[in-house]
């Protein structure tokens, strides 16, 4: 079967750094994604690795490994508002995109 | 505004009515996406359609069935509605060159 693993939780103080791992079993692979979902919203695309190393936007940054199925979405300079759930997610191929379970964020002051 | 639009956002059935959640997008994607969101288990793929013509199973399709009237619009239908299918449907449509999803605001179903 098809596999994406990652955190349930993560709690974090504002300003700090954090990071969430995804790793994952597929039967294709063309990408990983990261996406946002802050209660009772819809899911918003944070960021897209096609190919191995660190992309990075703004205070987010993404990484990944295609050799060990693993990739990261780090958060620097926390904010309360960033507190939300995060789902990293991969296109398997033909367009079919699966999602992890998604890791809830916790920031406190 | 741009995006997804997917309609109604709340409905409450019982078990074995049918109905109809309706999915629009206005950005000329080629692909769209139905997806079930359950407490603790993320976001499952019911059904996708890669592009106008085309329908393909996900995770989940058990229940289901979709129709793709167009390239804007991607229905999904509950031919008899269950318990288990409780949940919040999101509809997406696919930025080919961005690989970035876009989500509609979601639909939330009670089968009681």
């Known amino acids: 079967g098809q596999s994406l693993e990652q955190p349930s939780e993560v709690t974090a103080v504002e300003g700090a750094i954090v990071q969430i791992n995804c790793t994952y079993q597929?039967?294709?692979?063309?990408?990983l994604s990261w996406y946002q979902q802050h209660d009772g919203g819809a899911p918003t695309f944070l960021s897209y690795n096609a190919l191995d190393g660190l992309e990075e936007t703004g205070r987010f940054s993404s990484f990944l490994s295609r050799s060990d199925s693993y990739g990261y979405l780090l958060l620097q300079e926390l904010q309360m508002k960033d507190s939300a759930s995060y789902f990293c997610a991969v296109r398997t191929g033909g367009f079919k995109t699966i999602f992890g379970a998604g890791t809830r964020l916790f920031v406190k002051a | 505004n741009a995006g997804v639009t997917q309609t109604p956002k709340f409905q409450v059935l019982k078990t074995g009515q049918s109905m109809t959640l309706q999915c629009a997008q206005d950005m000329n994607h080629n692909s769209m996406y139905w997806y079930r969101q359950d407490p603790g288990m993320g976001l499952r793929l019911i059904y996708y359609s890669a592009s106008e013509g085309t329908t393909d199973k996900g995770e989940v399709p058990n229940g289901y069935n979709v129709s793709r009237l167009n390239k804007r619009e991607f229905s999904l239908r509950l031919e008899s509605a269950a318990p288990s299918q409780t949940s919040v449907y999101f509809c997406a449509s696919l930025d080919r060159w961005a690989n970035v999803l876009t989500f509609g605001a979601g639909s939330r179903l009670t089968v009681l």
């Open positions: 597929t039967s294709g692979f063309y990408g």
